[in-house]
């Protein structure tokens, strides 16, 4: 691995990398992230399937795999991450936010994420990430372009400027058949919940099945215009 490159080299980085890789395949990628980053690279999973972090345990065997604990999780979801930390060639690190639920229901009343569910997902995932990537200089994400309209033009390599990092999406080109297609070849740990009618896994108050037709984000914050919590805004 060459030197991290300074801050204020890492957006042309990502931009010259999103179009030498945009044809490259997810292993590729990422061995260009394991290569160029080291240990300041990470996944992130949500724990609805692990397959970038397979992925990323090729390119980077101990790779940190950062999970957000939101205290609102299926138990599915929770037992996803502790058998891919226990059978994957991984780090994982579990993010919580300050306040728990019920300290977060005295400040600001139960259910938030009925109310005003922009704020519950800032106090909970938002601002949580924001925290736990301080020490990364890239972070890699499990965003495909077939998911829905918001991540059609989501970049292979790109430049998160919010947090003023490196974000890479090494299967954004891949379809639902590709991600299925790795996990029957690799054995993939995937959230149970997928086989129950869930087709995108969240926070439980938050979501629901997928009706015929619907697309996989259709399931979240369902009847409301809400569509992302705000990490990849």
Request: hydrophobic letters at 35%.
């Amino acid at each position: 691995m060459t030197g991290t490159p300074q801050t204020d080299d890492l957006k042309s980085l990502a931009e010259r990398a999103g179009r030498e890789l945009e044809n490259a395949s997810p292993l590729e990628i990422l061995k260009w992230a394991a290569d160029t980053f080291g240990k300041r690279f990470c996944v992130t999973s949500s724990m609805e399937d692990a397959v970038v972090a397979h992925l990323a345990s090729r390119a980077l065997p101990g790779v940190d795999v950062v999970f957000l604990d939101t205290g609102y999780h299926f138990p599915e979801t929770i037992g996803t991450r502790d058998a891919v930390e226990a059978v994957m060639d991984v780090r994982v690190i579990t993010l919580t936010p300050r306040q728990t639920v019920a300290e977060q229901d005295t400040a600001y009343g139960s259910k938030l994420h009925d109310r005003d569910p922009d704020l519950c997902c800032k106090l909970r995932k938002v601002k949580p990430l924001e925290e736990g990537l301080t020490s990364y200089a890239a972070w890699a994400t499990g965003l495909r372009r077939d998911e829905s309209p918001t991540r059609a033009n989501t970049l292979v390599v790109g430049w998160d400027e919010k947090r003023q990092k490196v974000k890479i999406s090494p299967i954004a080109r891949w379809t639902q058949d590709d991600v299925d297609a790795y996990v029957a070849e690799h054995g993939v740990l995937t959230n149970p919940l997928l086989m129950d009618g869930y087709a995108s896994v969240g926070c439980a108050p938050c979501t629901r099945r997928v009706l015929e037709g619907e697309d996989a984000r259709a399931g979240r914050w369902a009847g409301r215009g809400k569509t992302e919590c705000g990490l990849h805004d």
